[in-house]
């Protein structure tokens, strides 16, 4: 996939041209705002990021998702309460044994190009998330959350596309097939995985596709007017032949990419934009006002050590010097100061509850033997690596975000290590996001600090990650046990004996800390300026972090 998408990208900017695949415009009903009264209906949001990628197949970081998600429908759609509904799904129908579900396609679901929405559609979606051409990174929404029927065996190129357990059994019926039952499986169709397609629109796109405005289709709330790689503006505009449209109130939404949150505040308080993220610094700055919010989010940030490619890092005892050194109540208290909180644990505490309403994450205290903020501990773990490893110092490479809080973070973890454990000394290297990612993946790096928020409500969004194979298992660790306890768990005997399973996820977590296959850090909360005449934002901890369909701008 990084060849494919690096050369997409290349090849665009060195022709600096962006071909349009279809008529988009011919379709395209909604009317530009021309006075002052409409155009104050457009919301002009931040985002701190460029967009990676907007292929609903290839798309992983939230911001990407939260764009996609506003001109594509899936099947489902959340509501404000982060429950699940229909959204392009008319009819539901769910056999005894759980393993077969047919979805009927609404008769007035139509592409921006005029093209009905149909179950093709999906079908050539989902097929895309599964080819191995395509190596999407969040195929495993079909294999290991979804349990569609052969995606294992199509994934892993054992078995054509078409073995897929997804078809069309006439133009407007979808019919699923389950390996097993999964009580979820509504909950995760209105992630963009699992999005139609439109095949003679890609077709014609070719490498293109997702590249430009001219490049995607819409089928949802609004229709993209202006993107371009690395963009760091983007317009949406209402679109007046979704099935919705009434329920759509803005005329359209704008996005600024502001890596600096003080520049972003900045705009925010001359009335550029109506809704910002701000950083922790910027607090203090703000207190009272009736537009500062704090908005709870699932995201963990963790370091992640490269276990499998730097002997250093393999050791088992440097690894818990370093996460034992890391003071991060100092962290979120005094650097990140947005409401976010410490965190000790793999999965984060509020968003995952069981049959009885009880949070998987009661304490971050349960794994202090492993995490906690103890400097006598780290030193005393630090020196049986170097006994182990044979050597009295170190280096490592700290790979980082280059936006303002990350750096800021990065730099407070490189001294409280560095004056905590003797002998260690950590180098920051700066990148843009999507090389950081890149670099991760590819394996090249020793330290990096990265972030997971979770794709659907239950703690195995987290645990699954550290499998053997898991594509973003970047420090490539593996344990056979803590491999059969999420089997177990996934698809063997605990699947259906929920209480049994909550135990069995608890045990594995603790793998993940004892063997500190990472180093949490905070459990994010936004700290959030939104103009006293927006309402009805949804914001969500779970997948689709913002969502504007109810939106509304006074």
């Not at 460029?50 to 594509?72: H, K, R, V």
């Not at 819409?218 to 949406?236: C, E, F, R, V």
């Not at 690596?385 to 790979?399: P, Q, R, V």
Request: proline residues 3%; negative net charge; hydrophobic residues 40%.
């Amino acid at each position: 996939m990084k060849k494919m998408v690096t050369g997409l990208v290349a090849s665009v900017l060195a022709l600096g041209l962006f071909t349009s695949c279809g008529d988009k415009s011919a379709s395209s009903t909604t009317t530009k705002a021309t006075s002052k009264e409409a155009a104050n209906k457009v919301l002009n949001v931040m985002f701190e990021v460029e967009i990676e990628s907007l292929d609903p197949q290839i798309a992983t970081d939230g911001t990407a998702l939260e764009l996609i998600a506003n001109f594509t429908d899936g099947l489902k759609q959340m509501r404000a309460d982060g429950s699940t509904t229909d959204a392009l799904c008319a009819g539901e129908t769910i056999s005894d044994d759980g393993l077969t579900y047919t979805f009927k396609i609404r008769e007035d679901a139509v592409w921006s190009n005029g093209d009905p929405v149909t179950a093709n559609d999906f079908v050539f979606g989902w097929r895309r998330a599964a080819d191995p051409k395509i190596a999407s990174e969040y195929a495993y929404m079909l294999t290991d959350i979804g349990h569609v029927k052969n995606a294992y065996e199509v994934e892993a190129g054992k078995l054509p596309l078409e073995e897929l357990g997804v078809k069309a059994l006439d133009a407007k019926t979808l019919q699923v097939e389950l390996e097993v039952p999964v009580s979820y499986f509504d909950s995760i169709l209105y992630f963009p995985t699992f999005y139609p397609v439109n095949q003679a629109f890609y077709e014609k796109c070719g490498d293109k596709f997702g590249t430009s405005a001219d490049t995607v289709l819409s089928n949802g709330a609004y229709i993209l007017t202006d993107y371009q790689p690395a963009a760091l503006n983007i317009k949406l505009e209402k679109n007046d032949k979704y099935y919705d449209a009434e329920r759509v109130k803005l005329d359209g939404i704008n996005y600024q990419v502001l890596k600096d949150s003080q520049q972003a505040l900045m705009n925010y308080q001359s009335g550029e934009l109506d809704l910002i993220k701000i950083s922790g610094d910027q607090v203090d700055q703000v207190q009272g006002d009736p537009e500062f919010q704090t908005v709870a989010s699932g995201f963990l940030w963790y370091i992640c050590p490269n276990i499998s490619g730097d002997a250093d890092l393999g050791n088992l005892n440097m690894r818990l010097a370093l996460t034992n050194a890391i003071d991060r109540k100092s962290l979120v208290e005094n650097v990140v100061k947005d409401g976010s909180e410490a965190s000790y644990v793999a999965v984060p505490s509020g968003y995952a509850f069981n049959a009885k309403g009880e949070d998987f994450t009661t304490s971050q205290t349960l794994y202090a033997d492993f995490c906690s903020d103890d400097k006598a501990k780290a030193v005393e773990y630090l020196n049986k690596a170097k006994a182990e490893l044979g050597k009295d110092s170190f280096t490592f490479e700290f790979l980082v975000d280059d936006t303002v809080i990350q750096q800021n973070v990065a730099a407070v973890i490189k001294e409280q290590i560095e004056s905590t454990l003797p002998g260690v000394k950590i180098d920051l290297h700066v990148e843009p996001k999507k090389q950081r990612l890149q670099d991760m993946r590819s394996g090249n790096y020793q330290l990096g600090l990265t972030r997971w928020g979770p794709d659907y409500a239950d703690p195995m969004t987290y645990l699954e990650l550290w499998i053997e194979g898991n594509a973003n298992n970047w420090g490539n660790w593996s344990n056979p046990e803590y491999n059969s306890i999420i089997t177990r768990c996934k698809t063997g005997d605990l699947c259906q004996n929920l209480e049994g399973r909550w135990a069995a996820m608890k045990e594995a977590e603790k793998y993940i800390l004892s063997e500190a296959v990472i180093f949490p850090v905070y459990q994010q909360s936004d700290a959030c300026m939104i103009k006293s005449n927006v309402k009805n934002v949804d914001f969500h901890a779970v997948a689709l972090l913002r969502v504007y369909k109810d939106a509304v701008k006074e």
